[in-house]
């Protein structure tokens, strides 16, 4: 079993930024892929950005050049910086570490709030 905790959310005015944060308790972290993930009220849960163990990255177009995915293998630790925020970025923020082996962990989710 992996723990996955998320920190960091808040309320934010619009244009402000936040920095999320994603401990896991595995020993094997550095050959995790750490994934950031959202969900609205009433909306589906959606792709924020991915950091595979090699370091490459994905974002799709309605974060790309705000937010930025890292990680610090020695702390166990992924990170998503939040910049240029909007208020269609307000949602549950969760992480996800998949293991080597395919299996896969989720947090309890941090708020963001972005006001207008």
């Known amino acids: 079993q992996v723990h996955v905790v998320e920190s960091g959310g808040g309320l934010v005015q619009a244009g402000g930024s936040l920095r999320l944060s994603c401990a896991a308790s595995t020993e094997v972290f550095r050959l995790c892929t750490v994934g950031w993930y959202r969900q609205a009220p009433g909306k589906q849960r959606e792709l924020v950005a991915t950091?595979?163990?090699?370091?490459?990255?994905i974002y799709p177009d309605s974060v790309k050049g705000r937010f930025t995915i890292a990680r610090d293998n020695a702390k166990n630790t992924g990170f998503l910086q939040m910049n240029s925020l909007k208020p269609e970025d307000t949602a549950l923020y969760y992480c996800r570490i998949v293991l080597p082996n395919g299996r896969d962990y989720w947090g309890q989710g941090t708020q963001v709030t972005v006001s207008s």
């Open positions: 950091i595979r163990s090699t370091g490459n990255t």
